[in-house]
DNA sequence: CGATCGGTTGAGTCATCTCAACAGAGGTGG
DNA sequence: CCACCTCTGTTGAGATGACTCAACCGATCG
């Protein structure tokens, strides 16, 4: 874990949202490499941190070594909100990543009266949001069906440009979707194979169908 | 759905609460037939619930018939808090059920300044909680774990009297775990062919081996 | 140029599903 | 009060979607 300078003029990169604003203008700038932990299990829920560049994930690991991946965040989204005092999940960077951090007690001394509640808030109704639309997909769904909802939910998040870009390995994509690596793959060939969307490079890929995606996605 | 009389003296019977308070104390109080819905998909978010008699599940149907149960909630418990101002589950009783029913902006009026927003916001934590375990049980544990689990939290809440009643049906089960009702009924007659738990009728059960049981819900 | 890593593909297995029969608990009416 | 019906849950047998194990492939790196 590296450190680098507080304070920094960064700008949320995908929304505009007070908690981001807060948490870029009042926290400290960490680089965080690829598969290094964030916050782990178990650690106190303390922090808030904003995604800056690169992309996080949080996963919980069962004493087996079976693992879910909760979520996924990508530049200008924060995490770390969890109900408990005390983190159900760990956080790693998903690639290299720069993540602000900032203590909630400093932010709620320097945050006008209800502001940062009210923002935490907000926060937390989207982190609730995102679980339950990831229920659905793990409770119902089949295997194609659950890599097309991911393909849909990315290209929804990011803005479309030349091709999207996947920040995870197909290991980090079958622990979110309660699937096994082979299992991606063989589906991913399917949907090229049937024209819904093409690869370009194994991390990249352009929807060609985009009807028949949101279709498959259910 | 029929209506009884508003404003009556109800105890939330499971655990003191301040909003199920505000609730039972302003709200009106309604009785609901087994299977009726309470709310339905789609509709706006303006309402909150209080569990006083019976159970609820809360369900989201897919357009090819497949459905996820949600959440089930006991009396004392709160439910129809939901992220987005659109429901995405519907209500239904599970068994013939009595609810207190109140408008959001009612409890707002009279709620002194931040009360209800703390007890919302405590409910909505609550919420994130269970879908989170929820979560971790659809990701990646087998029928047999998701079954145990599922009477594991059973007890949990509801402090083991001379047996558990279950107040769903195997297909509220199944829908709920992602299952099947053939596997949900597999695993319960393996579970007690293991010795760790009783059935005493289809719906009413006893734990003989705790240790065993919590082991197996991991 | 070999080694390693992430990803794909193939072949066989297994957990869960599907379909079908059956069993017990109520409920109803003759 | 008994015969019958319906509804819910259980059990069995066979089908299947996803998993496991293993080989292979291409890119990257020393």
Redesign the pocket.
């Known amino acids: 874990m590296s450190l680098a300078h507080a304070f920094e003029d960064l700008k949320p990169q995908r929304e505009s949202d007070a908690l981001a604003d807060l948490i870029s203008r009042m926290g400290v700038r960490m680089a965080y490499a690829k598969d290094e932990e964030i916050y782990a299990q178990e650690d106190p829920v303390e922090f808030l941190y904003l995604v800056v560049q690169g992309a996080v994930r949080t996963t919980h690991l069962m004493s087996d070594g079976r693992r879910q991946v909760a979520e996924f965040y990508y530049p200008g989204e924060v995490f770390g909100l969890e109900p408990g005092p005390d983190h159900r999940f760990s956080a790693e960077a998903v690639a290299d990543a720069i993540v602000v951090v900032v203590k909630r007690s400093a932010v709620a001394a320097f945050a006008d009266d209800g502001a940062l509640e009210r923002a935490i808030w907000r926060a937390t109704r989207r982190e609730l949001d995102r679980t339950q639309t990831h229920l659905m997909l793990l409770g119902r ?6 890599v097309a909802s991911f393909l849909q939910t990315l290209i929804d998040r990011a803005p479309a440009q030349e091709g999207c870009e ?1 920040a ?5 994509m ?1 622990d979110y979707l ?12 399917q949907l090229q194979a049937e024209r819904v969307v093409e ?1 370009k ?3 990249r890929f352009q929807v060609r169908d985009p009807e028949a995606l949101s279709r498959l996605a259910e």
Request: charged content about 30%.
């Open positions: 769904k089949t295997a194609c069906e659950r996947l995870m390995s197909r290991q980090d079958a309660g699937l096994t690596i082979e299992t991606v793959s063989r589906m991913l060939t690869f490079s194994s991390r």
